[in-house]
């Protein structure tokens, strides 16, 4: 969708830290014009919790305030390709950050050669192929349907060690047995170390995110590494997308990662944790608030590396891994940038995404070190993004900004056989890098 200029002048007023109500309320006019078509639309198909008069705060950059919106207004500034927060229940997410600060984490380089390529080449992308078909065929995973709750599978619950972050809507997002309900996947260390390590994915929405080491004598409880996607969460009102590679794409890269360390007997020093985070499209609710309990907590993340939309290749363009550079940490980047050339055969891209693009934010504002990596290349230049001070930026032509990424994402058309520019094997130097972060941070004990 092409955003028009008026949109564009409006979009940009918002965004910049003068923005007030009466600006908000203009870019919004022509949507306002459709809520009837919306409520009908809901009404049509049961089993929604969702009041679209909901009142939510949205914070659109780090250093802008809070803005007050309808749940219908937030969907609708999504739709605009409005990147956001909603601190509506998270509203203190950060009030400990400049106690990670003062200890940031500095990255060897890689190392754990041996280790590392024993288990990445026994990836494959038989179950992601599998896994992502059943994922696909879910009606709908938006964070706030019954459906979704109702129609989960708890039969593999048994077979692993999970647990449920709980939230206030309907689907939790998967984080680290310790806490409970969105989903983390996780290897407990022998205790000898501190730092998390965590890698997530967003099935509802589309993220992977990592903690790692601050300086000794740090608030700290646990030393982790996270690696988190989300399960995507689309609104209805774009035709009931089934997510193939956003973001079930990352979610898959990351389970396989996960299947591989199992089947190798991964046994860290620090305790690595694979999240999965519900209701990323709604203002990264889910990440937003598993951050806020770690930070609560004082658990000692020491690195967070987000994955997201995996799978798509654009046909005559050069494969590559995109690695975000803005609104990300300079030290862990540059030491995800190591492993794709250290451990990946194809090179990397720098790109950008702007502010709260995906779940990386989150663990961002709570002070910890994250990182983005994506499956799409983007293509930017002066014309396709404005640069509103040194925090804050909109892209405002998505046709332009996103050229080569996937454009049938949010919409009925997020398919596996939608095209062979969606790629499996793309998906699977994904799971390589996910494995590679794991082991080289989360260190494996032999002993």
Request: include cysteine; glycine fraction near 6%.
């Amino acid at each position: 969708m092409k955003i028009s200029g008026t949109t564009t002048l409006l979009a940009l007023a918002v965004t910049a830290a003068s923005a007030s109500q009466v600006i908000l309320d203009s870019f919004l006019d022509d949507a306002r014009a459709q809520h009837g078509s919306f409520e009908q639309l809901y009404q049509a198909h049961p089993g929604y919790n969702l009041d679209l008069e909901e009142k939510r705060l949205i914070q659109l950059g780090p250093s802008d305030p809070p803005l007050v919106l309808s749940e219908f207004e937030k969907i609708e500034l999504k739709a605009q390709g409005v990147n956001f927060l909603d601190i509506t229940d998270s509203a203190d997410l950060g009030s400990y950050a400049h106690l990670c600060a003062t200890a940031r984490s500095s990255f060897p380089a890689p190392n754990a050669t041996e280790e590392v390529n024993s288990v990445i080449k026994k990836l494959t992308t038989e179950d992601m192929i599998s896994n992502l078909e059943t994922f696909t065929s879910f009606r709908t995973r938006y964070y706030r349907s019954d459906i979704t709750e109702s129609f989960a599978s708890e039969s593999l619950r048994d077979q692993i060690s999970i647990a449920e972050f709980p939230h206030s809507w309907n689907q939790n997002s998967i984080a680290p047995t310790r806490i409970g309900t969105s989903i983390v996947l996780s290897f407990e260390s022998a205790g000898k170390e501190y730092g998390v390590p965590i890698d997530s994915a967003l099935s509802t929405s589309s993220a992977h995110t990592w903690p790692f080491l601050p300086a000794p004598g740090a608030r700290r409880h646990l030393t982790s590494v996270y690696i988190p996607t989300h399960f995507h969460s689309s609104s209805p009102s774009t035709g009931f997308p089934p997510g193939a590679d956003d973001d079930g794409s990352g979610t898959m890269s990351i389970l396989e990662a996960y299947r591989g360390l199992i089947s190798a007997g991964f046994q860290p020093k620090r305790t690595v944790e694979f999240h999965f985070y519900s209701a990323e499209e709604g203002g990264l609710l889910g990440s937003q608030a598993v951050a806020r309990d770690y930070e609560s907590r004082g658990v000692n993340v020491i690195a967070m590396s987000q994955f997201d939309m995996t799978a798509w290749i654009k046909r005559g363009t050069v494969e590559s891994i995109g690695i975000i550079v803005d609104f990300t940490d300079n030290g862990l980047t540059g030491f995800n940038k190591q492993l794709v050339e250290k451990y990946i055969d194809i090179p990397y891209v720098e790109t950008r995404c702007g502010y709260a693009c995906s779940d990386h934010a989150s663990w961002s504002k709570a002070g910890y070190q994250a990182i983005f990596t994506i499956g799409m290349l983007i293509i930017l230049g002066s014309d396709t993004m404005v640069e509103l001070d040194s925090f804050s930026t909109l892209f405002f032509d998505a046709e332009s900004a996103f050229e080569e990424s996937n454009k049938y994402i949010h919409s009925g058309n997020d398919r596996i056989d939608i095209s062979d520019e969606f790629s499996f094997e793309h998906m699977l130097h994904f799971s390589k890098l996910a494995a590679a972060f794991a082991i080289e941070l989360g260190q494996w004990d032999k002993e």
